[in-house]
């Protein structure tokens, strides 16, 4: 059997026993679910009153939309096309604070465009695109299909809002299934950082109780390290599909118990809404009826099957550039506390790459996302929220690009980690300075 | 079985081991001794293919050293160390698959050496739960656990207690009747000179001693006699006269004593018996040889 894969297995069994990898399993999940559970439960009440003008100058709406049953978001229909620069300066609009613009082709489409003048919350985002979708609805059935508009919902397509700054239309726009890239890009570079650490410790305590010395009579330094890696690496997987089963079954178990989805008659307890305060029950449809459009943005808008593919793709790609560097700094530090301070350039760098998530979901299309999402230490963040919000036509082939140049980096920081590996890892005692980390750099 | 020629390695321009050529014969206890930072752990570890040398070349049974030839080699260094939370099993068992054993072979082999040093009942026990000479032997198990052709021990018996040490020798002299090669380095000079058939010195990277421990003592011999007798003191300084010179004594006790003598003119140790008996009642008499660690601190501290 392979060395490498030996070293792998016992790295693999040792990560799996331990109380933090357990924890984490279960804590992990828990804190995702809770923050879900938070941001629509909690994070709503505070919200100020938004006003928004749909512009539908082809009247596919009929002036009507779902009524806000919260009062926190309210509709005003122009039936004219309205161009932004007069929306931003003319005083008839300064009381809007967002144009919801409906061209003639939605129904085919299925694109629409929110120009805002202070960026919307999640939550006004995915509630205005949900009163969107909803109000379609209603005019899709009505106007091509036999369909009950509970029937149409089973089958439609859903409705892509995308939302750009008044002020910066060109370059300025998110979209809520950006948050579905950042969230799995940013689980990407979470776990590079937490197994990441894992690799330094492993290392470093593996050379000061000696054991490495034993080992290297039978592995080569860089067998050694890559078993390592990849053992460390399989633990992180085997924790994400822990977390993504325990995370999908707990949204299924919210929306099942602390947010029904009210349209659905079935979920309706005519008892127990009798005994509600009017505005309590509202408030409590709204949310739900929030909850479960988020919950359908997750489950049936993302690309899942893609998604994953490009999630360990990227993620096994970042793992490894990242991870040998980690691996490197435990074999050239001269006891377990040294080499703290090269972690920071790397921390820096992990911080860099959840900016870059966060800018690409703000700039998708702007010069500066398009580079990010080459560079290796970047591309694993930035090419999930790009995949999440969907690559534009004919540009499909920029993330097998960004994923060349990340599997190539890795490459080359595997081989240069495993000569400082090999140089430093039968090195005790010193404090490793930048120096030295050149000079074993150098030597081949 | 194992030649060594023109060995050099350097690291960042200093030399750790200059010019060094061993060779180890089939069925022998070889030493390899030397000071604190003289070269013999670069050695090892070029042996262990674990660094590679600049010069020179490593052949193991005729064949060019290559890492094929690991699974024949035992390794135990001086700094070495186990996975603290695996049990003994597992431990075992992971360091005999890397030496290329099958599982059943592993099981095999550490069942026997369990039963052998009277551990059975540790398998299953996690290493932190073991004292330091338990995990000792545990650490000399896994070395052996492959039955290598070539043992490699760096200081083996440090940190042993005295019967753990007799021990580890003893076993140590098993495999050598077994037929297997045994590379020790060790500044347990007593444990050299008891096990060791050949040594070579290394010193300030280079070689400057090789050959067998009896030959080396012997070559190094300065004509004192030791005689172990009772009786008087004053009454064996008499019997020497002219012909032989006291140059030291131990008192053992009131009348008992150890002297030690060098001829003088023509005389052998049959004329210093001769002279003696009757005159004070001899215990034991021999010829006084130097210690290996004499030779040790002689050699190196005269460079």
């Given at each position: 059997m392979n060395v490498s894969w030996l070293v792998a297995q016992r790295e693999l069994k040792e990560r799996i026993k331990t109380r933090s990898f357990i924890g984490m399993a279960i804590a992990g999940p828990i804190l995702v679910l809770l923050m879900v559970y938070i941001l629509f439960s909690v994070g709503e009440n505070n919200k100020p009153h938004w006003k928004v003008l749909i512009v539908d100058p082809s009247g596919i709406m009929d002036n009507k939309i779902l009524a806000n049953t919260t009062g926190s978001i309210s509709y005003d229909f122009a039936n004219d096309y309205i161009q932004l620069k007069e929306f931003e300066k003319s005083n008839r609009f300064q009381k809007y604070d967002a144009l919801l613009e409906l061209n003639e082709k939605i129904l085919s489409n299925k694109a629409a465009f929110l120009f805002y003048k202070e960026k919307p919350s999640f939550l006004f985002a995915t509630t205005i695109q949900f009163h969107l979708e909803r109000r379609l609805e209603e005019v899709m059935v009505g106007r091509f299909s036999k369909m009950s508009v509970q029937e149409f919902r089973g089958i439609k397509q859903p409705i892509s809002i995308a939302f750009r700054n008044l002020y910066d239309p060109k370059n300025e726009s998110y979209s809520l299934s950006g948050w579905v890239g950042f969230?799995?890009?940013?689980?990407?570079?979470?776990?590079?950082?937490?197994?990441?650490?894992?690799?330094?410790r492993s290392v470093s305590s593996e050379k000061s109780n000696r054991i490495v010395e034993v080992l290297l009579a039978s592995v080569k330094p860089r067998q050694l390290m890559f078993g390592k890696i990849a053992g460390i690496g399989i633990a992180a997987i085997i924790q994400f599909i822990g977390w993504m089963v325990l995370v999908s079954f707990g949204l299924y178990v919210m929306r099942e118990?602390?947010?029904?989805?009210?349209?659905?008659?079935?979920?309706?307890?005519?008892?127990?809404?009798?005994?509600?305060?009017?505005?309590?029950?509202?408030?409590?449809?709204?949310?739900?009826?929030?909850?479960?459009?988020?919950?359908?943005?997750?489950?049936?808008?993302?690309?899942f099957g893609d998604m994953l593919f490009f999630f360990l793709l990227f993620f096994i790609g970042g793992y490894i550039f990242y991870g040998t560097f980690f691996a490197a700094l435990g074999a050239t530090s001269g006891s377990e506390n040294d080499g703290q301070q090269f972690v920071l350039p790397i921390m820096v760098l992990l911080v860099i790459a959840l900016w870059a998530g966060y800018y690409t979901m703000q700039n998708p299309l702007s010069d500066i996302t398009y580079v990010l999402s080459f560079l290796p230490f970047t591309s694993p963040m930035v090419c999930m929220v790009k995949l999440a919000q969907g690559y534009s036509l004919g540009e499909g082939y920029q993330i097998y690009v960004s994923f060349s140049i990340l599997a190539l980096s890795s490459y080359l920081t595997l081989r240069l980690a495993g000569r400082l590996y090999q140089n430093g890892i039968l090195q005790f005692g010193h404090r490793l300075r930048l120096t030295q980390f050149i000079s074993w750099l150098k030597h081949g | 079985m194992l030649q060594l020629t023109s060995i050099t390695k350097s690291y960042f321009q200093k030399i750790a081991v200059d010019d060094v050529s061993l060779s180890l014969n089939e069925g022998e206890i070889f030493g390899l001794l030397g000071p604190n930072g003289a070269g013999k752990t670069t050695l090892i570890r070029i042996i262990n293919q674990i660094i590679e040398p600049e010069k020179g070349e490593v052949r193991f049974q005729g064949e060019l050293m290559k890492r094929k030839h690991l699974a024949e080699l035992g390794y135990l260094p001086e700094e070495r160390g186990l996975y603290k939370t695996m049990t003994v099993y597992d431990h075992a068992m992971f360091l005999g698959r890397l030496r290329r054993m099958s599982k059943d072979e592993v099981n095999k082999s550490l069942n026997y050496w369990l039963e052998k040093f009277d551990i059975a009942s540790w398998k299953n026990k996690r290493i932190e739960e073991l004292s330091k000479g338990m995990a000792q032997k545990v650490q000399f198990i896994c070395a052996v656990l492959h039955e290598p052709k070539l043992l490699i021990l760096d200081e083996p018996f440090s940190g042993f207690d005295p019967v753990n040490v007799e021990l580890i020798q003893n076993e140590l002299k098993a495999m050598k009747k077994a037929g297997k090669t045994i590379l020790l380095s060790s500044h347990n000079m007593k444990s050299v000179e008891e096990i060791c058939d050949r040594v070579a010195l290394i010193h300030q990277s280079k070689k400057i001693l090789e050959g067998s421990v009896v030959q080396l003592r012997e070559d190094r011999k300065d004509g004192r006699y030791a005689v172990k007798f009772k009786g008087n003191m004053l009454a064996f300084t008499h019997a020497l006269w002219t012909g032989f010179e006291l140059l030291d004594k131990e008192e053992l006790s009131k009348d008992r004593f150890i002297a030690y003598v060098a001829m003088r003119s023509e005389n052998n140790f049959q004329d210093l018996l001769k002279t003696l008996i009757g005159q004070i009642e001899i215990e034991a008499a021999w010829e006084v040889l130097p210690s290996m660690q004499q030779i040790f601190i002689e050699l190196v501290t005269s460079k």
């Open positions: 969230f799995f890009g940013a689980v990407i570079l979470l776990f590079i950082l937490l197994f990441g650490m894992t690799i330094l118990t602390l947010f029904p989805d009210m349209m659905d008659i079935s979920n309706w307890n005519l008892g127990e809404m009798a005994n509600q305060a009017t505005s309590g029950m509202e408030d409590s449809l709204f949310r739900s009826k929030v909850y479960n459009d988020f919950v359908e943005l997750i489950y049936s808008r993302i690309q | -």
